[in-house]
Antibody
Framework: EVRLVESGGGLVQPGGSLRLSCAAS????????MHWVRQVPGKGLVWVSR????????FYADSVRGRFTVSRDSAENTLFLQMNSLQAEDTALYFC??????????????????WGQGTQVTVSS | DIQMTQSPTSLSASVGDRVTITCQAS??????LNWYQQKPGKAPKLLIY???TLETGVPGRFSGSGSGADFTFTISSLQPEDIATYFC?????????FGPGTKVDI
């Protein structure tokens, strides 16, 4: 079964840091682009970041560029999101997701499947 | 950034009804559009990619069409388990962006 499980969320004060993890199983993690998407409960989905299969290429939404860093460990089949200088506006449920359309063997597009269950990040004093 | 809009914001229909949701991009995105279903308290689930290709395992009552900037998502016969919010997403260019969602109720 293809599965993603996020962890690392929690309550943090403004200006603080958190590191999210996403454990992947059931597929060859090292072949796929991976993404982070966040969602304020009851609101829409916002794409945050992506990383290439070998970790050499990353891209960020303007709202997090310079504060967030995406990385991966293919030996551990784990995706990370290091979040620094957190702001109240970063409060959301953070999902990791696989780019099913884009792998090392073919890249036909960018569609996300599966998604993890999400990990809640709350930035508040 | 490419802006995505959806209409309606929400709708209520009966079991067996045909339900149609529209998604509009702020510019031409070819057919680089996906549709997701999100049930309350759950992660999104991919239903359709490339505007009209049904993801494996997704029931045939779901369909998508369109190209350019205007797209349509249809449930041909609404079922109780289809109660959810539906989002469109463009992958024409980064940052990938989602529509605000359409909440479907019975």
């Amino acid at each position: 079964e293809v599965r993603l499980v996020e962890s690392g969320g929690g309550l943090v004060q403004p200006g603080g840091s958190l590191r999210l993890s996403c454990a992947a199983s059931g597929f060859t993690f090292s072949r796929y682009w991976m993404h982070w998407v966040r969602q304020v409960p009851g609101k829409g989905l916002v794409w945050v970041s992506r990383i290439s299969p070998d970790g050499s290429s990353t891209f960020y939404a303007d709202s997090v560029r310079g504060r967030f860093t995406v990385s991966r460990d293919s030996a551990e089949n784990t995706l990370f999101l290091q979040m620094n200088s957190l702001q109240a506006e970063d409060t959301a449920l953070y999902f990791c997701t696989r780019d099913k359309g884009c792998s090392t063997s073919t890249c036909q597009g960018n569609w996300f499947d599966p998604w993890g269950q999400g990990t809640q990040v709350t930035v508040s004093s | 950034d490419i802006q995505m809009t959806q209409s309606p914001t929400s709708l209520s229909a009966s079991v067996g009804d045909r339900v149609t949701i529209t998604c509009q991009a702020s510019q031409d995105i070819n057919n680089y559009l996906n549709w997701y279903q999100q049930k309350p308290g759950k992660a999104p689930k991919l239903l359709i990619y490339d505007a009209s290709t049904l993801e494996t395992g997704v029931p045939g009552r779901f369909s998508g069409s369109g190209s350019g900037a205007d797209f349509t998502f249809t449930i041909s016969s609404l079922q109780p388990e289809d109660i959810a919010t539906y989002f469109c997403q463009q992958f024409q260019s980064l940052p990938f962006t989602f529509g605000p969602g359409t909440k479907v109720d019975i």
